[in-house]
T-cell receptor
Framework: GAGVSQSPRYKVAKRGQDVALRCDPI?????LFWYQQALGQGPEFLTY????????KSGLPSDRFFAERPEGSVSTLKIQRTQQEDSAVYLC?????????????????FGPGTRLTVL | LAKTTQPISMDSYEGQEVNITCSHN???????ITWYQQFPSQGPRFIIQ???TKVTNEVASLFIPADRKSSTLSLPRVSLSDTAVYYC???????????FGSGTRLQVQP
């Protein structure tokens, strides 16, 4: 079956522009995660959804970052008034079992990421 | 959050066994240890997960001593395609399960 897909794969924005990054999780996966990965670093947790409910957004770096998953499937990560420090790869992952998600026992399936460059 | 420490990089040759050790001194009782592999321009891919002793699957083995303060990922007979970054995670509920760290860059030479 299809894996996690993300679009666009590459995005170039001018400083101050708003961007929207899309994630299509694996069909039937209840949990969805967003990560930010800077060059040469590991992924950093941003936020987590179980169905349409955003259960943890403690990793969002500022109020310019906003994520939603209104119907419990596709998710969008929006960054307002982009800054150069927002340049990174944004990764989306989904997992199957809501009872286990976040317990360290559920496998996360990652998309290829969106590389955002802010000029 | 359960902080993990791994070597920054490792070099090996094709056909050798590679062991990558991760320390997680403040691991909690409910925490599991999970390893992911990441190739350039791709998202991380799950390799293996364990709680204690030894776990083996078709690609790797995971050794966890009784005190669980460290773990070792073992890759048998590596090939060039195993060149990647390997991440160790030690966590339990919620965000404790989702801290990647900087990973170990494994370079396999012919």
């Amino acid at each position: 079956g299809a894996g996690v897909s993300q679009s666009p794969r590459y995005k170039v924005a001018k400083r101050g522009q708003d961007v929207a990054l899309r994630c299509d999780p694996i069909s039937g996966h209840v949990s969805l995660f967003w990560y930010q990965q800077a060059l040469g670093q590991g992924p950093e947790f941003l936020t987590y959804f179980q169905n349409e409910a955003q259960l943890d957004k403690s990793g969002l770096p500022s109020d310019r970052f906003f994520a939603e998953r209104p119907e419990g499937s596709v998710s969008t990560l929006k960054i307002q008034r982009t800054q150069q420090e927002d340049s990174a790869v944004y990764l989306c992952a989904s997992s199957r079992d809501p009872r286990l998600a976040g317990l360290g026992t559920d496998t996360q399936y990652f998309g290829p990421g969106t590389r955002l460059t802010v000029l | 959050l359960a902080k993990t420490t791994q070597p920054i990089s490792m070099d090996s040759y094709e056909g050798q066994e590679v062991n990558i050790t991760c320390s997680h001194n403040n691991i909690a009782t409910n925490d599991y240890i999970t390893w992911y592999q990441q190739f350039p321009s791709q998202g991380p891919r799950f390799i293996i997960q364990g709680y204690k002793t030894k776990v083996t699957n078709e690609v790797a083995s995971l050794f966890i001593p009784a005190d669980r303060k460290s773990s070792t990922l073992s890759l048998p007979r590596v090939s060039l395609s195993d060149t990647a970054v390997y991440y160790c995670l030690a966590g339990g509920t919620g965000r404790r399960a989702l801290t990647f760290g900087s990973g170990t860059r494994l370079q396999v030479q012919p």
